[in-house]
């Protein structure tokens, strides 16, 4: 009886020397490099995050501060090219000043101005109140305020709402144009007081913020 031929194997034996490095895996200095590659491009990763995220917040203050900025001077825009030639009563109190204001008025703690501007939006006259607006500008506690009153003739004891505009100002100076010289130079007046209504009406702000900027505002005559 014959004997079966052996079956001989399909499969190449491995060389001895890489036998053990196939059953062992990596080995450990291989995955304490692996790790610390791993870890340096987390850290990397994450300054990169953390400076993107900083910027991103920097920026986004930034633009805030700009817009407070803008909407503060298109309000004083507003009221100042509106300023009509009223004179209203204070506190109950006859008033002959068209324009009110100077060094420390109206409880600033630098200069303040006063006065009437129309085009306060009042439709088909529903609210109890007049399309005037009595105004004040004035700097208490590093704010930029803003106060009015629902009436013109204010009585005695009214109490203006406050509005504040801007945040860490430092100064607020105002000057007056009343007219211009013959060689039409400018010819600005500390002296903001007036019973007329003048030219136009410089505000220098000094801020920590801006520094120190000036706008000037023309007056409707």
Do not use: K
């Amino acid at each position: 009886m014959r004997s079966s031929p052996q079956r001989r194997s399909l499969t190449t034996p491995m060389p001895e020397h890489l036998a053990g490095h196939a059953q062992g895996g990596f080995t450990l200095i291989e995955l304490i490099v692996a790790i610390a590659i791993f870890a340096l491009v987390a850290i990397a990763t994450n300054q990169v995050l953390q400076s993107v995220s900083s910027s991103s917040e920097l920026s986004d203050s930034e633009l805030g501060q700009l817009q407070t900025l803008q909407r503060a001077m298109l309000v004083m825009e507003r009221d100042f090219s509106q300023i009509v030639d009223r004179v209203p009563r204070l506190q109950g109190q006859e008033n002959a000043l068209m324009i009110d204001g100077g060094e420390f008025e109206f409880e600033s703690d630098a200069d303040g101005i006063g006065f009437v501007r129309s085009g306060w939006h009042n439709p088909q006259m529903i609210l109890p109140r007049s399309s005037l607006q009595n105004v004040v500008y004035r700097l208490q506690e590093n704010q930029l305020q803003r106060l009015h009153t629902n009436y013109v003739d204010s009585v005695i004891g009214t109490e203006p709402r406050i509005r504040v505009l801007l945040e860490n100002v430092e100064d607020l100076q105002i000057q007056v144009l009343r007219q211009v010289s013959v060689s039409e130079e400018f010819e600005w007046s500390d002296a903001v007081e007036s019973t007329a209504l003048p030219q136009a009406i410089q505000i220098t702000i000094t801020s920590s913020q801006y520094g120190e900027f000036s706008r000037i505002f023309q007056v409707s005559l």
